[in-house]
């Protein structure tokens, strides 16, 4: 089985670019430069002492003593929420700055679910000094207030999306429009692994440092380069997809993506994409989607502002149509217990996207001496209002 895309952009029956006449030109410019440009030598090394230098790479692969003795297994976090920003978001910005400023573009636009995307955006726009629109929808900008603040503070417009849920899903739809709007000089920075081709390939890309350097740690702190499961949260999936990219075409690695259920797959307020979604085409790509009998994208719901996307990326729906990964869900309620149990047991307040992955460890059986990987995409900071409102503190 094949997991890497193809020349059309496309990963197994998923992929693709199904995009407006204007768009053309720019997605070719971009499909037929980036792979290029991103391997040359001085791109790597700007992208790489970046990475080091100022996000604050590598992080630390730290074994979670009593979360092991909890769940009877070597449990490792990849404490991405170590990253400069509060998360894994900044080492796809970085990439992608870099390479808006080779394509000679002087506009960055964006879109935010969470905000980690929006102000790791807005940061390496300051870095590059060049101008910054986050498109965000208006329910996310009021839970996710801080970094409202944040983006503002770095000198970024935030621009509310007021249309339909007024999530995630409508602040892409808004930064499309504007990308239709604003061809020549626009670059959009694209948060995760959805959109037209080359754009789940590119962010896939600069995402695989996280499983890069899983290998190098684990072969130092075990002895062994691969463990036995990954488990990491799934939205749209760019976290995930770093953490598993090194461990694709090793089958004795098992992939867990863990998706958002809400309030239960069968309750109609639910994010939980691999049991509730069909082929479908969104934001430019054919992926497995939450619509209804006749086409209508279907509203997804999670308290986590990061994971209520009704799709998934093109290479997640390959990873599940192939049987590669493994997709479980967790609800609101398993996903907020998680993140208060990894406070209490190792002191880490981790982001309500990130507790997800955690709640899958309940949902598995290991043995004692499975090495298990989660990967811990982001910091809690921003999510102290949901966790406050949610265990009345």
Request: net charge negative.
């Amino acid at each position: 089985m094949k997991y890497e895309v193809d020349k059309n952009g496309f990963y197994g029956d998923f992929g693709g670019a199904f995009v407006p006449e204007m768009l053309y030109p720019n997605l070719a410019q971009l499909r037929d430069n980036y792979r290029r440009i991103c391997e040359t030598d001085d791109f790597q090394k700007q992208f790489r002492d970046l990475l080091r230098d100022y996000a604050g790479r590598p992080t630390p692969l730290y074994r979670a003593s009593r979360l092991s003795e909890k769940y009877g297994a070597n449990i490792y976090l990849k404490r991405e929420d170590l990253c400069h920003t509060g998360a894994h978001k900044i080492n796809n910005t970085i990439g992608q700055i870099l390479l808006a400023k080779h394509l000679g573009k002087s506009r960055i636009i964006a879109e935010t679910g969470a905000g980690q995307h929006g102000v790791a955006t807005a940061t390496v726009c300051a870095l590059a000094n060049l101008e910054c629109i986050v498109y965000m929808g208006e329910i996310d900008m009021k839970r996710q207030e801080p970094n409202v603040a944040r983006m503002k503070m770095l000198g970024a417009e935030v621009r509310p999306a007021k249309s339909g849920s007024k999530t995630l899903k409508d602040a892409t739809n808004e930064a499309i429009h504007d990308w239709i709007s604003n061809p020549e000089d626009t670059y959009y920075l694209i948060g995760s692994v959805v959109g037209p081709h080359p754009y789940p390939d590119l962010v896939t890309r600069f995402q695989s440092v996280i499983s890069e350097e899983i290998t190098r740690q684990l072969s130092e702190k075990e002895n062994r380069a691969h463990p036995d499961f990954v488990l990491a949260c799934v939205g749209g999936g760019s976290n995930a997809a770093g953490a598993f990219y090194h461990f694709l075409d090793e089958p004795g690695v098992r992939l867990i993506a863990v998706e958002a259920g809400g309030h239960g797959v069968d309750s109609g307020e639910s994010a939980a994409t691999s049991v509730l979604g069909k082929p479908g085409i969104i934001h430019g790509s054919k992926t497995l989607l939450m619509q209804t009998d006749d086409g209508q994208i279907t509203e997804p719901y999670s308290i986590s502002a990061g994971l209520d996307y009704p799709g998934i990326g093109p290479l997640h729906a390959h990873l599940f149509a192939s049987g590669r990964a493994e997709f479980v869900s967790a609800t609101d309620d398993e996903a907020m217990e998680a993140g208060r149990e990894l406070c209490q047991l190792e002191g880490i307040i981790p982001a309500i996207e990130s507790a997800h992955a955690l709640a899958a460890l309940k949902k598995i059986k290991f043995d004692k001496e499975d090495v298990v990987v989660v990967c811990l995409s982001g910091r809690g900071d921003k999510d102290l209002g949901t966790y406050i409102d949610y265990f009345n503190l």
